[in-house]
Every structure is written in C-alpha cells, then in structure tokens.
C-alpha cells in the first residue's frame, strides 16, 4: 500500500513598520472584529488576486474558468466596498482610452489626478475627456481599447454606464 505524503509550501512571515500603509493593514487584520486570522484573510486576498496566473497552464479550461469566476466575484465584491469607502462613484469617465509614448512613458513620476489619489504611472493615459496637450503629430500612436461583453455587464453592475 502506497503512503500519499502531504506536501506543504509556506510564505515566510511578512513583517512591516506599524506605521506604513502595510503596517497598518496587518494591524487591522490582526484586530479585526470578526475575530478570523489575519492569515487567512492574507490567503483569501492573495489567492483572489494571483489564482488565474497560478493555475494558468496547470489545470483544464474548465477548472481555470471556475477559479476565474470565483476570484472575479471576490475582487468585484471587495472593488465595491473599496468604493463605498472610498466614496468613489465610477473608475474611470470613459473606456475610450488613448495611449501615447511621451516624456511621463520615458521617465514616469508621481502625480497626483484631480481625486488626490497618487500613483506612478509606466504609460501615459488619457481619455477622450482630456484636453489634447500633444500636437496630434507627437503622436506615434493610438490604441482604442472597446470594453468586452463581459466588462460592460460588469460596468452596469457598479454602476459606470
């Protein structure tokens, strides 16, 4: 009779200054009033967001499907809250999103957006909405990104129309 021997994988303890963003997160986690273990929320919030690339190519379509469909509906679930929260009414204005190589693409830096939220961005994104600062000729080139079936039902289910 053959022995199945368990085999585990372990993520080494994380550990961040109290007062950093992070810090405060594992604070929160630790303390959190549901009483669960701030390791399995970990768990639950790494395995939402990396699950479709873990499986990718490991396991058959139809499996990768359900893993994807069940990290869709707790990201959107949490994306929700995050809104509430956050007081944040749409995403984004529009879908229509152009893209063009300049200085920001070369040597990208923090900037704050009209919402105060600051982020570094690898490439320069406007949309339809934004004033043209460019001359249409510094333009190399234009990407029209169109939403999927699938985006526009999620849309109308936050409310971004």
Not at 7 to 12: G, Q, R
Not at 115 to 121: I, K, L, P, Y
Request: net charge negative.
């Amino acid at each position: 009779m053959s022995q199945q021997q368990n085999s585990y994988v372990e993520l080494p303890r994380i550990k961040r200054k109290s007062n950093s963003w992070e810090g405060k997160v594992i604070d929160y986690l630790l303390n959190h009033p549901s009483n669960r273990s701030a390791t399995e929320f970990s768990i639950e919030a790494i395995t939402a967001f990396w699950l479709a690339e873990a499986l990718e190519g490991q396991v058959n379509q139809a499996e990768l499907q359900k893993a994807c469909w069940s990290a869709i509906e707790k990201l959107e679930a949490k994306l929700a809250t995050i809104r509430r929260i956050g007081g944040i009414e749409k995403l984004l204005p529009d879908y229509t999103t152009v893209l063009s190589p300049s200085e920001k693409t070369v040597n990208p830096t923090t900037k704050t957006n009209e919402n105060s939220r600051e982020f570094s961005n690898d490439l320069h994104l406007s949309t339809d909405d934004d004033e043209d600062e460019d001359d249409e000729d510094d333009v190399d080139w234009i990407v029209d990104i169109k939403p999927s079936e699938e985006m526009k039902q999620i849309s109308r289910l936050f409310g971004i129309e």
